[in-house]
């Protein structure tokens, strides 16, 4: 055994054993529709200005500082770092807040509770007495630091424009002059720790330009009073406290100020202080005061029927998936497989590492990932098989090693492609899609560590074997494979008339485009909001038969969960009264007595803001892949496989349309896992199209064809590219289908669209990478019948 294979040996035995220990010893976080979580109920309360403010003319301002504080509170939850959560709108003051996993329900309420008013303001001197223009300040916890003490019942805030009295960090009142810069002014804030000076934990404040400017100006007026004067000092008040009263250093000039544009934040903070500090800073501050009203835990909007049949076809499809690499490459087969079951350990450990959520859409996300995990062993294998059947490889040893060399160039890009989209959907995106960036990541390294290293250290240590090496047909390396025999009998010219294939592709999207202008789309109640009705029942209803009930009543799509030991909420779409009715009716027939505690409208899950970052971070993403594919192949290539995706993507959405199927979070999973495979095909078949261009050579260019320009030659080589290429397409779209075909049968309701939307999405995407990718980059081509080099 060479001195690489051992390092390769050994490699992959330290990834599965640290993958093991994380598996065994750090539990993975189940999502609300698997688990359950805490919802925490938050009731708005109006400020000052509302108060003095017409009702009758201020409504749309209340509604625009409730949606606003939405926003403000997703921040906050995806800075606490829970995943998956659930933030609606309920009714015109509430808003209702799902939390999976948390560790400390009360902290969270408390973090998500806090206004975070922050502002700076100049000192204008000592006060008399401890009466503010809000409410007293007298019994309140003066202590240093952002605190973790309760909170004070919220009331009307102060406007923080007018002057004021509070008391500083040691009690002693201050006067304090109108706020010269809020929270809206600081660019970013940070906990640090002073580990050279020993003061301990601060937070240091970064302004923005606006905010620099009136950060000198506010020093520099305060410069200009005598050092001890209490009109020397800044104050920094977070929610009416004081948290830091600083004196200007007697080194700024009265009139300058300070420029720098920061700051730090000093007091008695612990680590927690600190990070919690800086996490509301940059949230940003509430638009309007909260209170929680309601803190109780509720159960998964699943059922244990609807997860026990998931469980169920996730182990039927990967059983399935992998009997079917075996059968098609027997030893090689075997060791895939055994590959396979690594990477799901290394994915399951990473995602219980890192704590992220795991849903239903994302476990069977994750399941597909094993399907799609075989792209790269396939790949392997494929070329592996060329190079025994051309001979050029004698043994089966050497044509494996052949194949990892040769196959590694359209592994990587094709990776590479979908981390860029996964990254950039982490650093744009918020909510489900910033979650799903990180399983998609995730899946992908993990899938190059099982195909590159543990799969290569299985194959050193049994195809070199003498069994193997004598019998090469044991391996599977020395069968060509149905799909290859039938097309070198065949030898069929897929490129001869590439605008027919491209007709179809265009015929494909006026009809879907047809469908979603004309049936429009079913959005669920992520994407509009909806009815959430809470029941009180005299005994406890088990969760699946309300769901079956509401099923029969015509509400499939409605979400049951319970709260306590007797209480039922369930959330639908949009109902009018007569409907609501039939919901209550379907509920009092499982009990003798059901009674109905609230009826309130909600807000969409996927608000307005999430949207469009989503789509930001889309547009980035797809802008991202083109520029890295037109480097590493060419502009001409990276536009055809991107013009691909988004085929795919538009059909995708247009068979929805046309089946009336609803388009909700689910759908936005299936979707997002169809963009981040979809690119994949093409890539390699690129790939493969680049490597024949090189190796024949302009002396060869000319072969099969004699058209100015060689259009006709390039025509041909984009033939034998997806000649090549094609068994491995067939056999990974096979193996991922396999699952999805599980999954669809087994699943149950909750499953079926996700399945349905993911078979669509890789029938579409392999169609696409073969006759509309490649065609399109032929036509291309021939509008530049000059160019050669690809």
């Known amino acids: 055994m060479s001195r690489a294979q051992r390092i390769r040996g050994l490699l992959a035995l330290a990834v599965v054993a640290l993958s093991l220990y994380v598996a065994v010893t750090v539990p993975v976080h189940l999502g609300l529709d698997l688990r359950g979580g805490t919802r925490i109920v938050l009731e708005t309360r109006p400020t000052d200005a509302d108060a003095d403010a017409d009702t009758d003319t201020d409504a749309d301002t209340d509604t625009d500082a409730v949606d606003r504080t939405v926003e403000v509170l997703r921040g906050r939850v995806d800075a606490l770092g829970v995943a998956e959560p659930t933030i609606v709108r309920s009714g015109d003051d509430r808003i209702v807040v799902e939390l999976p996993g948390v560790q400390d329900p009360a902290e969270a309420a408390q973090v998500l509770g806090r206004t975070a008013q922050l502002t700076f303001h100049r000192v204008l001197g000592a006060a008399a007495g401890a009466g503010s223009e809000g409410p007293p300040e007298t019994g309140r916890d003066t202590a240093p630091g952002v605190g973790r003490e309760a909170a004070p019942a919220p009331g009307p805030r102060p406007d923080p424009t007018r002057p004021r009295v509070l008391p500083d960090e040691s009690g002693r009142p201050l006067r304090l002059g109108a706020a010269a810069l809020t929270g809206s002014h600081v660019e970013e804030a940070a906990a640090r720790f002073d580990q050279q000076g020993g003061a301990g934990w601060y937070v240091t404040v970064d302004f923005e330009d606006a905010g620099r400017d009136r950060w000198a100006r506010l020093t520099g007026e305060a410069a200009c009073r005598p050092a001890g004067d209490p009109a020397r000092r800044v104050a920094i008040v977070l929610d009416d406290r004081i948290i830091s009263s600083p004196q200007v250093d007697p080194s700024v000039g009265c009139g300058v100020g300070i420029s720098g544009g920061s700051t730090m934040i000093n007091g008695a903070f612990d680590d927690g202080d600190a990070r919690e500090l800086a996490l509301l800073v940059n949230g940003g501050a509430l638009p309007v005061p909260v209170e929680t009203v309601e803190q109780r835990t509720v159960g998964p909007t699943l059922g244990a029927q609807a997860i026990s049949a998931s469980a169920r076809a996730a182990a039927v499809g990967g059983a399935l998936t992998v009997l079917f690499v075996i059968v098609v490459y027997r030893l090689l087969g075997v060791l895939a ?7 799901g350990l290394v994915s399951y450990a990473a995602l219980a590492a890192l704590g992220a959520t795991l849903t239903l859409p994302g476990l069977a996300g994750f399941v597909l990932a094993i399907g799609m995990a075989v792209d790269a062993n396939v790949l392997v294998f494929e070329r592996a098989r060329e190079e025994y059947a051309e001979r050029h490889r004698p043994t089966p040893r050497s044509a494996l090693a052949a194949g990892f060399r040769n196959a590694l160039s359209a592994i990587a890009d094709s990776n590479i492609t979908t ?52 019998r090469p047909h044991l391996t599977g390396i020395a069968h060509t494979g149905a799909v290859r025999d039938r097309l070198a009998r065949k030898d069929p010219h897929l490129m001869r008339r590439p605008r027919r294939w491209l007709a179809v592709s265009a015929a494909a999207l006026v009809l879907a485009g047809t469908g979603i202008a004309l049936r429009g789309l079913d959005l669920g109640i992520e994407f509009t909001g909806g009815r959430q009705i809470e029941y009180a029942t005299a005994t406890p209803v088990d969760p699946d038969r309300a769901r079956a009930a509401l099923a029969d009543a015509g509400f499939p799509q409605a979400v049951v969960q319970t709260s306590g030991e007797n209480r039922l909420t369930v959330r639908t779409g949009r109902l009018s009264d007569a409907q609501a009715d039939a919901v209550g009716a379907a509920v009092g027939e499982l009990t003798s007595r059901a009674d109905e505690l609230r009826d309130e409208a909600i807000g969409p ?32 290539l990276g536009t ?9 993507v538009v059909i995708l959405v247009g068979v929805f349309a046309w089946l009336g199927k609803p388009v909700d979070g689910v759908f936005l999973a299936a979707l997002l896992t169809v963009i981040g495979y979809s690119v994949n095909d093409s890539v390699v078949v690129f790939d493969r199209l680049r ?69 669509v999405g890789l029938a579409v995407g392999t169609y696409s990478s073969m006759f509309t990718a490649t065609p399109l980059a032929v036509v291309l081509h021939e509008r530049r019948p000059g160019t050669r080099r690809l």
């Open 640 to 648: 055809a496989a991107v013009a691909a995706l988004a085929h795919d």
């Open 419 to 470: 981390l860029i989209a996964a990254g950039l959907l982490f650093l744009l995106a918020s909510g489900p899609v910033r979650g799903f960036g990180v399983t998609l990541g995730i899946g992908v390294l993990a899938s190059m560590v099982s195909a590159l290293v543990i799969t290569r250290a299985l194959a050193d240590l049994t195809v070199a074997r003498p069994g193997p090496r004598r």
């Open 691 to 759: 490597e024949l261009t090189r190796r024949a050579g302009e002396g060869r260019a000319n072969e099969g064809g004699t058209d100015e320009g060689g259009t006709v030659s390039f025509r041909r080589i984009a033939d034998r590219a997806l000649q090549q290429t094609l068994p491995r397409t067939v056999n990974t779209g096979t193996g991922a289908a396999i699952v999805l075909t599980a999954l669809a049968v087994f699943g149950g309701d909750s499953l079926t669209d996700f399945a349905l939307a993911l078979l």
């Open 605 to 636: 899950s996927l608000g307005e803001e999430l949207r469009r970052g989503a789509l930001v971070a889309l547009a980035v993403a797809l802008g991202a892949q083109l520029v890295y594919l037109a480097a590493r192949f060419r502009l001409l």
């Open 337 to 343: 497989a055994a590959a396979l079951l690594c990477y």
